[in-house]
């Protein structure tokens, strides 16, 4: 008797951070006068976490400390309706442009404050704009120190800001000298010798539904490896505030921005989806246990 082939489930993730916060932005809007701007975030942050409820489905919410230091109760929501909440740091700097003394009190300021309001420990991280690079693998010794259990910063692929192409594309486990740390990239489909990401985004705006859908298809079904997908709650906002920035920039910003929920709903009825802790959970025992030779070759 042949066995059902076990369903693949995907992460979902959101990072949470405001319009003004993204990298893009940087040098045009000085952090400084991020208190004075429209904050969008919670009711943007909301909105998802009444998509998720109605689609019956878990995520991980990434918060940018900052978020949680001024609405401690959105993060107290998100917990409370059964998410997971992870750290997106505190400032949102990038990894590669900080000290390894400036990234410590950063992810330690966020955790703390997050636990606060969360009410549980906080054991996943993620770097603004996918920050930790080839010259800031340092990065994960600090994380492993301040105790985070999970990475998901890196994203094996090309690109002009962020990116380490070589990186397995499915989570693994990483020795450093001062510990162990899981790290989750985010998804790619391989063709040829490139990766392509397929993980959200900005990439799930920007391309057609069926870019997404088939990249996740693939690896469920062909690779039978689960997708690591992420969004942004202005990603659904398509009356957020326009902002001066470059051509590339604005493009890569505001571009479906009226698009992005309807696919968002049409992507949790096709596949399912839990918070990144559960995922890699499932994938530690499918693992252990040998049930199917294919699950996460990287990982413990």
């Not at 990766?195 to 990439?203: E, K, L, M």
Request: net charge neutral; proline share 7%; charged share 25%.
């Amino acid at each position: 008797m042949t066995r059902p082939r076990q369903v693949v489930v995907n992460a979902m993730t959101v990072d949470v951070e405001d319009y003004f916060h993204v990298s893009v932005f940087d040098g045009i809007l000085p952090r400084g006068g991020w208190d004075r701007m429209e904050s969008r975030v919670e009711r943007n942050t909301e909105r998802l976490l009444e998509i998720f409820a109605a689609a019956e489905t878990r995520a991980t919410f990434f918060v940018l400390g900052w978020v949680a230091e001024r609405v401690p109760a959105l993060v107290a929501r998100i917990a409370s309706e059964g998410h997971e909440v992870a750290s997106h740091g505190t400032a949102h700097r990038l990894v590669y442009d900080m000290t390894p003394a400036a990234f410590r009190e950063d992810v330690r300021r966020s955790k703390a404050v997050l636990e606060t309001a969360g009410g549980k420990a906080v054991l996943g991280y993620r770097a603004p704009s996918y920050s930790i690079t080839p010259r800031s693998l340092w990065a994960l010794d600090v994380l492993i120190e301040e105790g985070y259990a999970y990475d998901a910063s890196i994203f094996p692929i090309h690109h002009d800001r962020y990116g380490i192409p070589v990186s397995p594309r499915h989570a693994f486990r990483l020795d450093r000298t001062v510990g162990a740390i899981i790290e989750a990239p985010a998804s790619t489909v391989r063709w040829g010798p490139f990766n392509f990401p397929v993980a959200g985004g900005g990439y799930f705006r920007i391309l057609p539904y069926w870019w997404t859908h088939s990249g996740i298809a693939r690896l469920n079904h062909t690779e039978r490896q689960p997708a690591i997908f992420y969004l942004h709650p202005w990603e659904i906002d398509p009356g957020q505030p326009r902002l001066e920035a470059g051509l590339l920039g604005r493009f890569r910003h505001y571009r479906n921005l009226d698009k992005c929920e309807g696919r968002l709903r049409r992507l949790l009825d096709d596949f399912p989806f839990a918070p990144m802790q559960v995922v890699l959970e499932q994938a530690r025992q499918a693992h252990s246990s040998g049930s199917y030779v294919e699950a996460l070759p990287y990982l413990w």
